[in-house]
């Protein structure tokens, strides 16, 4: 099994101790205490991680997807948004197409 897992396990737990840090001390911490800052960070991270799958190499890639990850969990944590409550979407949607699982959302 991937070593992933239990690594976003970890940041995720230590972004959790930086929520209430100073923010002029913790770039997690700022992030937390700007839920928008946080949403815009992601973005540029997700647009970087495109470029570099298409034009990079598979170092740049990687490195590229750590900022993603990273900047998604602080999100998650900047919205009250546990690891758990994605997990249970994700398992909602086990066995079910993409395609359909898309319509499905259209129609709600």
Not at 3 to 27: H, M, N, Q, V
Not at 34 to 44: I, M
Not at 60 to 74: G, M, N, P, R, T
């Amino acid at each position: 099994m991937s070593r992933l897992f239990e690594t976003l396990e970890r940041l995720a737990a230590t972004i959790e101790t930086r929520k209430g840090g100073d923010p002029a001390a913790s770039y997690t911490a700022r992030l937390l205490a700007d839920p928008k800052l946080a949403a815009k960070k992601l973005g540029e991270e997700a647009i970087e991680t495109v470029i570099a799958a298409v034009g990079q190499g598979p170092d740049e890639l990687a490195s590229e997807s750590a900022d993603l990850l990273y900047h998604w969990l602080v999100l998650l944590a900047a919205s009250g948004v546990s690891l758990d409550a994605v997990a249970d979407k994700l398992v909602a949607r086990e066995g079910t197409s993409g395609i359909a699982e898309k319509a499905s959302r259209q129609t709600q």
